[in-house]
């Protein structure tokens, strides 16, 4: 069964950093591209940042870009976001998602770590 | 790249069929086939219920069924069930460096 399990969420003052965590397991991580999607309270989702496979690609939305920095660690089974510089239009619910084969799905979500940037 | 649009909300009474719409641009919906649907029960995983405009994963019901025209595309829920009460949120690849752009979700209820 494939589970993807967020963590490293909280409450942290603007300005701050964090990073989160996603444990995947039941499939080959390594074979699969990985995203990060953000659900403001209240509003929809928002697409944030994705790694290819290997982790020799990235992609970000522009207001994340060059404050965040998605990674991941195959060896572990585990994707990464690091934040920095955070500001209160980043508290979210932040989602990792697995790339489906097909393009443009998601197709394993997990169940959300939320981050609170508030002083 | 602005949200796709959805409805706020959807009602419908068991049984019946309910219609989804989800508008976005030439340079999204219109350009690509590569819209996808996603039902979110609140603070649950979302889950992946239609592929490519118009395909489903294989455990997912026939009862969900997605279309294209243009720059809209549509999910249609048939024969409603009490568990099909969640958020619904449209998704589209957009080829630029915000690789994908999602809907402003829709809330469905079932009477």
């Known amino acids: 069964e494939v589970q993807l399990v967020e963590s490293g969420g909280g409450l942290v003052q603007p300005g701050g950093s964090l990073r989160l965590s996603c444990s995947a397991s039941?499939?080959?991580?390594?074979?699969?591209?990985m995203h990060w999607v953000r659900q403001v309270p209240g509003k929809g989702l928002v697409w944030v940042s994705r790694?290819?496979?290997?982790?020799?690609?990235?992609d970000y939305t522009d207001s994340v870009k060059g404050r965040f920095t998605v990674s991941r660690d195959n060896a572990k089974n585990t994707l990464y976001l690091h934040m920095r510089n955070l500001s209160a239009e980043d508290t979210a619910v932040y989602y990792c998602?697995?790339?489906?084969?097909?393009?443009?799905?998601?197709?394993?979500w997990g169940q959300g770590t939320p981050v609170t940037v508030s002083s | 790249q602005s949200a796709l649009t959805q409805p706020a909300s959807v009602s419908g009474s068991p049984g019946q069929s309910i219609t989804i719409s989800c508008t976005g641009t030439?340079?999204?919906?219109?350009?690509?086939?590569?819209v996808s649907w996603y039902q979110h029960h609140p603070g649950k995983a979302p889950k992946l219920i239609i592929y490519?405009?118009?395909s489903r994963p294989t455990k997912i019901s026939n009862r969900f069924s997605g279309s294209k025209s243009g720059n809209t595309a549509s999910l249609t829920i048939s024969g409603l069930q009490a568990e099909d009460e969640a958020d619904y949120y449209c998704?589209?690849?957009?080829?630029?460096?915000?690789?994908?752009?999602f809907g402003t979700g829709t809330t469905v209820t079932v009477l």
């Open positions: 998602s697995r790339e489906a084969v097909v393009v443009g799905a998601h197709d394993y």
């Open positions: 039941g499939f080959t991580f390594s074979r699969f591209g």
């Open positions: 790694i290819k496979n290997d982790g020799t690609v990235t």
């Open positions: 030439s340079s999204d919906i219109g350009a690509y086939n590569f």
């Open positions: 490519e405009v118009s």
């Open positions: 998704s589209s690849y957009t080829g630029t460096t915000t690789l994908y752009v």
